[in-house]
């Protein structure tokens, strides 16, 4: 076990202790951010969009005939870059790729996740967000560690994996990356002692070895 991943552990116990209003020194207030069609500040792309039936299947949803939101956000300004590109649809959200320069004074990308859902759809109503294609260097070698704990499971894996609240692998992959983002996400949007991440779901798609997909259950305290 290397010193990186007992660190992500720790982090992740922390993340889930704000969570469940258990712990000191929350850093996350909940946020008030909130976006427009027509926003000042960013340009907002709304798209209404079928989800293709064998993403339906992927991603274990039923709601083939529901109508989802493609969303861009872009800022308008010359400023350190920020984007949230993803789809939305009942009780889920899909992040297919986000970046926040350190450098820039725009809200965090948790409040973008946030304030993409509620133009649509009220945020009680929130079950799962997806993140596809996961690519962030410190989450990939994070999911690889943890991988290794479970006997006979190789990394890639097609098979699905769940890791429960109360196990080290899924502290872990709370407390780095994509992880964090979504811990920070839930204490911003909720604040504590609301809602929860019930588990975390990490599987590849056939032989596409190379898309690693994430899934985050959402549900109350």
């Excluded at 500040?41 to 989800?51: A, E, F, G, I, P």
Aim: charged share 25%.
């Amino acid at each position: 076990m290397s010193d990186n991943y007992i660190q992500w552990i720790i982090r992740g116990q922390i993340q889930q202790k704000w969570i469940e209003n258990c712990g000191a020194g929350c850093w996350y207030p909940i946020s008030t951010f909130f976006l427009m069609p027509r926003h000042q500040d960013y340009t907002v792309d709304r798209t209404s969009v079928k989800l293709d039936a064998k993403l339906l299947t992927v991603l274990n949803m039923n709601n083939a005939n529901s109508t989802y939101r493609k969303i861009s956000i872009t800022q308008r300004d010359e400023g350190p870059p920020v984007w949230w590109i993803g789809r939305t649809g009942p009780g889920v959200i899909i992040i297919d790729d986000i970046f926040r320069s350190k450098r820039s004074e725009d809200p965090y990308i948790s409040e973008f996740t946030m304030a993409v859902y509620k133009m649509d759809f009220p945020l009680d109503s929130l079950k799962k967000v997806f993140v596809p294609n996961v690519n962030e260097r410190n989450t990939l070698s994070c999911v690889k560690e943890v991988y290794k704990t479970r006997e006979r499971i190789r990394y890639p894996s097609s098979a699905e994996q769940t890791w429960e609240p109360s196990s080290s692998e899924f502290h872990a992959l709370l407390g780095i990356g994509i992880g964090k983002l979504i811990a920070a996400f839930v204490l911003c949007a909720w604040g504590q002692g609301k809602k929860r991440i019930a588990r975390i779901v990490t599987f590849h798609v056939g032989a596409d070895v190379h898309k690693l997909y994430m899934r985050f259950d959402l549900e109350d305290m």
